[in-house]
Each structure stands twice: as structure tokens, then as C-alpha cells.
């Protein structure tokens, strides 16, 4: 995930300068990563019967190998519209400021990715389409076969605005090292582990050994959105009802907040967020894991080719496992990486196309053998889980059904909920998260006391999601 950014305020009329026509219209200027600013469209033909071209840019995820990915999807797409050129771009991908620049000047891309936080940004800055608009034409789109979480976390929480359409899902899970713990003689976590004894296991898997110290585990606690402890305990950090007011004083998040502190700071369970204070070297928590001082990592799946390809070097085994249980629920960030359609685009028929294309079963199956990313339709969970043994049969002590358990019988991801301002509000939000679970400075309750300047910025940008 990249870095959010919040971008400066622009007027909407000039945001908006151009407007969206509601056809796929021949562009007599292309918009690329050369600066060409659009021309006025030369025809209202509607898509599928234009006897004129028509051009359009899709920003792409930005890893490498995912352009070989998306250029067999134009192939696939351009068998049924010819006459559709699709410039790919992953310069700006997940640059908030970039992106929006490009729109003001009218060569911002026409399909452009984002997730959770970001999106929501985006969606707030009037930049993009009310999704469920688009939708509501579309007799043949069927959406009982979409993650569900995901699918309903696309929404703007108390709107009714679908600020994406599903590019994969990610989860978080806690990945575990089987041959550390065997070596102990402790056991491995189960799908009944609670807050309490999770707690436990930990501290049982403490310990220093020949002068190596050892953590039962590892959290980046104070990235926002892992906020699934808080969740966990009946809490969060955002009233979904009211995005401008914060959770974060409220008892039950304070109650998870003291959890997750007393792992990082009283039992010393958990390995520190602070990197410099960490004694192994490379000192990311996947070095960690990979050396054998972290017996478990909580983490997205995004990082389980990362976790394999290291763990192979080492020759141990390991496994996924659920979050565990807190006194109210299960909880784990699900994450809604998705596709959003330009409001100033004057390609619109024709690159809805392509989002809906984007979301059928045939382009999920390609993006998993290709990329190896979790699908967001649950018709398709067991070709990925058949792709994934036969890319990582060494992965022999990983159980998949933990991934499509959750995602379906369980259903218990749930997505990012973000300030209405989230920029604004994390100018005061993220220090202090820092100073409570990062340094051990302050109590859970200085956010609490902060409770009115949090909520000053969270409604001070303006955003509208009309």
C-alpha cells in the first residue's frame, strides 16, 4: 500500500472543467505520459456500433510484472471492441496530489486504481463516478458472487456512494513459523485462539537462547488501517455514521489499544515497531521471521509470495492461521483495491466496458495465474488456491482454507472506515498513535483527551460524496 496523500484544495469547477459525456466518443488528441491535453470528442457514436476509434488510459498497478497482465486483458477486450486503444500507465499509481494534477490539467487516466482510504479521497474530491450510478443499467451484473465484505465495503459508510469496482482482495492473517514453535514444544494456533490466550502463546514463545532474543510475534500497530484490534473488542477508530467523529476514546478501543500495548511494551511479547530498535539485521519483521526471531507476523496475504520465497531459503516450515478472536468478535482488515472510473473522462462507455470486463470470472482466473492475487469473486477462490499449491508446493504446511474460510463461511474481513478528512485528521492522529504504541511516551487515553482536535480536522476539507 502506498502512502496517502491529501492533496491540495482545488475548486470544484475547475476540478470538474470538461465534464463526463455519457458516450465512447473518438479522442482527436491521445492523453498519455506525454501532457497532451484532450481534444473535444468528434462523435457520440455509442460503444460497440462507433465507426471511430476511441482512446483512453487505465492506470495500472505498478509491480512489475502486472503491465504483461494487463496488456493480455486489452487483447482479450479489444477482440470484442477493435476500435478501443488503451494507453497503460503506472506512473502516478496511488499519488494522490499526481493523479488529481493530471485530472485539473484534463489528462488524468480515464480508469485509475486506489484502495480503501485513498479511494475515499478521490471520491471526496468529486473526481470520480458514483459507481452505483453506473450500475444501475446493468441487468446482467450480478453481485452474489462478490466477496461480500468487499463488495459492501465499496460504499462510503452512511452514503450510498460506490466509490470502486473490486480489483483483488487482500486480508490480514497471522503467519507462523511451525518449526520454531515444534522445536519449543508449543503448539500451533488454531481457529479457537481468543485475545487472552493468544496473549498466552505469546509470551510462551519469549525467549532468549544462546543470546538470541526471540518474539512470540510482530504487529505494525500504528498503520491506520490495521485497526482490526479495536474492531475485535466492539471498537474502531472512526464512527461509521459520522465520518468526522473519532472512536479512538471510546472505552472498547481504548480496551484493545491496552491490549496491544502490553504486548509491545509490558510482556514484551511483541517485537518493537520502531526499526531501530530492533537487533536483527536486514530489520524488516519479515527478516525477522525469516531469521527465526519472530515465531509469528501478523500481515496481509500481499506479502505471501514475500513469506515463501524467504521461508524456502531458510527450510522451515510454516502456516497461516486466522486473527485470533477478541471478547467481541473476529475481526481482520479486508482491504477494497479496486478500479474507479473518471468523472472528466470522454471515454466513458467504452472504459466501463473495460471495468466490468475487469471484473469477470475469466480476467480474475488470468490475474491469478499471472499475479497470484487473491480474486475478489468467490466463484474463483479455488483456482486460486490450486494455483497457489502449484507455484509453492514447498508451502506444504499452508492451509488455504484459512483464506477462503474467511472470506466465505466466516466472512469476517472487514474494510478500512476512514476520516471524512483523512489527511487532515492523521496530521494528529498518527503522531499520537505513534507516541502510544511506537514509543511507549503516552497512555491509550492521550487519544482520547485529543478527541476534539481529531474531529476539528476531520471535517475541515470540505469533501461531499454527492
Request: net charge positive.
Amino acid at each position: 500500500m502506498a502512502q496517502r496523500g491529501g492533496g491540495t484544495a482545488l475548486s470544484r469547477r475547475r476540478l470538474l472543467a470538461g465534464g463526463a459525456g455519457g458516450a465512447a466518443l473518438m479522442l482527436a488528441g491521445a492523453c498519455g505520459s506525454s501532457g497532451q491535453q484532450r481534444q473535444a470528442p468528434e462523435s457520440s457514436a455509442r460503444v460497440g456500433t462507433a465507426s471511430q476509434p476511441v482512446r483512453f488510459m487505465w492506470q495500472i498497478r505498478d509491480n512489475a510484472t502486472y503491465r504483461s497482465l494487463a496488456e493480455w486483458g486489452v487483447s482479450e477486450f479489444k477482440k470484442k471492441y477493435p476500435n478501443a486503444t488503451i494507453e497503460l500507465n503506472a506512473d502516478s499509481t496511488g499519488n494522490f496530489e499526481k493523479t488529481v494534477a493530471l485530472m485539473v490539467s484534463d489528462t488524468g487516466p480515464d480508469i485509475f486504481h486506489g484502495w480503501g482510504q485513498l479511494l475515499q479521497q478521490y471520491a471526496g474530491k468529486g473526481v470520480m463516478y458514483n459507481h452505483n450510478d453506473l450500475l444501475k443499467g446493468e441487468r446482467d451484473f450480478k453481485t452474489d458472487d462478490f466477496v461480500d465484505y468487499q463488495w459492501k465495503g465499496f460504499v462510503v459508510p452512511s452514503t450510498n456512494f460506490r466509490f470502486s469496482l473490486p480489483t483483488y482482495v487482500n486480508l490480514f492473517v497471522l503467519y507462523y513459523n511451525k518449526s520454531l514453535l515444534q522445536s519449543r514444544g508449543q503448539r500451533e494456533p488454531n481457529a479457537d485462539l481468543t485475545h487472552e490466550s493468544y496473549a498466552d502463546w505469546l509470551k510462551q514463545l519469549t525467549f532468549t537462547e544462546n543470546e538470541k532474543k526471540v518474539w512470540g510475534g510482530f504487529q505494525n500497530a500504528t498503520v491506520f488501517d490495521r485497526q482490526y484490534h479495536a474492531w475485535a473488542y466492539g471498537g474502531g477508530y472512526v464512527d461509521p455514521k459520522d465520518l468526522t467523529k473519532s472512536l479512538l476514546g471510546d472505552e472498547k478501543t481504548q480496551q484493545a489499544l491496552e491490549w496491544q500495548r502490553a504486548r509491545l511494551f509490558g510482556d514484551q511479547s511483541w517485537a518493537p515497531i520502531d526499526a531501530a530498535k530492533r537487533p536483527w539485521q536486514p530489520n524488516t519483521q519479515f527478516d525477522g521471521f525469516f531469521q527465526g526471531v519472530l515465531a509469528s507476523l501478523e500481515d496481509g496475504m500481499h506479502a505471501f509470495e514475500r513469506v515463501a520465497k524467504g521461508m524456502q531459503t531458510t527450510g522451515a516450515e510454516w502456516g497461516i492461521m486466522h486473527i485470533p478472536k477478541g471478547p467481541v468478535k473476529r475481526a481482520s482488515l479486508g482491504t477494497t483495491d479496486g478500479w474507479a472510473l473518471w468523472k472528466g473522462t470522454k471515454a466513458k462507455d467504452t472504459a466501463w466496458e473495460l471495468m466490468k470486463y475487469l471484473t469477470t470470472p475469466e480476467w480474475y482466473s488470468q490475474q491469478v495465474q499471472m499475479e497470484g492475487l487473491i480474486p475478489s469473486r468467490k466463484s474463483v477462490l479455488e483456482t486460486w488456491v490450486s494455483t497457489m499449491k502449484q507455484k509453492w508446493p514447498q508451502a506444504r504446511g499452508v492451509d488455504y482454507k484459512v483464506v477462503t474460510d474467511a472470506l466465505t463461511t466466516l466472512n469476517y474481513p472487514q474494510p478500512d472506515v476512514a476520516f471524512l478528512c483523512q489527511a487532515e485528521a492523521m496530521q494528529i492522529v498518527q503522531p499520537a498513535l505513534n507516541a502510544v504504541l511506537r514509543d511507549g511516551e503516552k497512555p491509550p487515553s492521550y487519544l482520547r483527551d485529543l478527541k476534539g482536535q481529531i474531529e476539528q480536522a476531520a471535517g475541515s476539507c470540505g469533501f461531499k460524496f454527492a
